[in-house]
């Protein structure tokens, strides 16, 4: 309505020539406000790369596990924790377990005290599989505090903790080290490149 009435005063004051500058000015402005809602709502930014996001390196989404030997655990902040830990969204705690056999209450009776209470527990064994008895026994025990319990092997154990970390869940990690670790020709590949990288000088 508005730029109506500017066109119909514009020919009443003899301005023909200026209402159809006028025009096309506004049929180019519109083209411009078109052209530019259309690119941002294209799925490519800049130059048309999509990009990928490894989450359990970021570090804003809590503590995660990126590594592990037999000798210990790194997390997400590159510190490298030696042997079994418990790991939390926001913190880690070194857990007194030499192995499977020592999984019992009394190892596990942290994970009940914890305020705010925890939903999950992931607990890591090791490279063995977990045996129905040892993961009874510890299912038993955490369904009287109303948590509800994986056992995994640390492999499986470190990525299911990671994926519901990253989810935002109340979960904690309970972690042995694994006492053999199977190479792929990535890790090969990888730790020849970080060698490499290490002894280069400027």
Known sequence: M???MI?????????LK?????LRSLAWCQRQALSTSAAKLSAYECDGKTKVTIFNTEVNLGLMITGYSQFGFRLNNDMVLIGPITVFPRSVLSWNV?????INEKSLALFPTLEPKIDVLIIGIGDQNPTP????????F??????NVEVLRTE??????????AESRMVA?????PLHIAYNENDVLQTKLKQKQLYETE
Not at 142 to 147: E, G, H, V
Request: aromatic fraction near 14%; proline fraction near 2%.
């Open 2 to 4: 508005f730029i109506k």
């Open 7 to 15: 066109v119909q005063t514009l020919k009443a004051g003899g301005f």
């Open 18 to 22: 200026s209402c159809d500058v006028f």
């Open 98 to 102: 030499n192995s499977y056999d020592d």
């Open 133 to 140: 008895s040892l993961s009874k026994r510890i299912i038993e």
């Open 142 to 147: 955490m369904k009287n505090y109303k948590i």
């Open 156 to 165: 499986q154990a470190c990525a299911t903790f990671n994926f519901l970390n």
């Open 173 to 177: 990690c309970a972690l042995i080290p």
